[in-house]
């Protein structure tokens, strides 16, 4: 989930099974699949027919509807001599098709609304961060993934698999952080930012000078690190290590789109990181009297108060619970003996 109001067949050639070597190293190649129609013809890349797609070169980003806003997303499709890779298959993807073949699936992480549209990508094989395989395989890992309470659960997995055309992958491959997909002059680089999921990542693709942030959409909102495969700590270092991201054009799957300007990205990037402290501060100034963690989580510091879905509750209450207990242990906030919290 990103906090927004909301048995296939692989071709398996070569599986890609990158364990982080140093950089150095030779990395593994994607072998060219002889059924892709999709080519290159000298420098010039063939056109790709997508309404609201913008070029940036070596990579097209396959603009979701509504600008991607959730359900939907914006997708990135990334092109080599030898080589087609489709970043983060979206809603939109699943309800129009593709006019071109692709070579090769690469998840930036594995939550619902970045998976629809491998249901027209059936044999295509599908590379996610290992720490995130859990979810591509059984929809139970995919629901262990989120933790939800289970009379909310019972609904989203319908939904899951009825709206976002979810079904199990039995076969998939893996990547670890800084792995290289070489599709032939042009690379995917991997890296590692977990937080939002254990194996979400960010993909770099230098020849474009383009990274794409995946779910680090540099929102109003904030970063989302509620669920069970979610990390505050994480998220913030993931934050830190994107500020180092040598890139032109920076893309999110939700929100902003592209963002052009490396000046642009990293003053979205302070404002979407400035969302967790105001949320602490915000909590600091309401537990200047005692309060319960339930009364925490019932004020909401998260969702305003009109938004109204069923799991709502569950986030307010994860991350009062979260923030809590971080400012408990750096002195903040004290625990009190009836159980309540003030802050110091």
């Not at 044999?123 to 995130?132: G, L, S, T």
């Not at 629901?143 to 698999?161: C, K, L, Q, S």
Request: glycine share 6%; aromatic share 10%.
């Amino acid at each position: 989930m990103d906090g927004h109001p909301r048995d296939f067949r692989h071709w398996t050639e070569s599986r890609l099974q990158a364990d982080s070597p140093p950089p150095s190293t030779a990395f593994p190649k994607i072998q060219t699949r002889a059924t892709s129609t999709l080519t290159t013809m000298g420098d010039d890349f063939l056109d790709v027919d997508w309404p609201g797609g913008l070029d940036l070169g070596a990579a097209t980003v396959l603009t979701g509807a509504d600008r991607g806003k959730y359900p939907h997303g914006n997708s990135l499709l990334v092109r080599g001599t030898r080589q087609v890779a489709l970043i983060d298959p979206s809603l939109t993807i699943a309800e129009r098709g593709l006019s071109f073949s692709v070579d090769h699936v690469l998840l930036s992480h594995v939550h619902e609304d970045h998976l629809p549209g491998l249901s027209q990508l059936e044999d295509v094989p599908v590379h996610c961060h290992e720490a995130d395989a859990i979810g591509l395989t059984s929809l139970d890992g995919l629901m262990a993934m989120y933790g939800m309470p289970a009379a909310v659960e019972e609904d989203f997995r319908r939904e899951v698999v009825d709206d976002f055309y979810y079904a199990p992958r039995t076969e998939i491959s893996t990547f670890s952080d800084a792995a290289i997909f070489d599709l032939g002059g042009v690379e995917i680089e991997v890296v590692h930012t977990p937080g939002h999921t254990k194996g979400h990542c960010v993909f770099v693709i230098p020849q474009a000078r383009t990274a794409y942030l995946g779910d680090i959409d540099l929102s109003g909102f904030g970063p989302y690190y509620f669920d069970e495969w979610s990390s505050l700590y994480d998220f913030e270092q993931s934050i830190e290590r994107c500020r180092s991201i040598d890139a032109d054009h920076f893309v999110t799957f939700h929100h902003k789109w592209v963002i052009s300007g490396r000046e642009n990205f990293l003053a979205l990037l302070d404002q979407f990181a400035n969302v967790i402290t105001n949320r602490e501060l915000s909590m600091l100034e309401f537990l200047k009297e005692p309060r319960s963690l339930d009364q925490c989580a019932a004020h909401r510091f998260v969702y305003r108060p009109h938004v109204e879905m069923q799991f709502v509750n569950h986030v307010e209450l994860s991350s009062a619970q979260i923030h809590l207990d971080r400012m408990v242990n750096d002195g903040r906030v004290i625990q009190l003996n009836d159980g309540n919290f003030r802050a110091a």
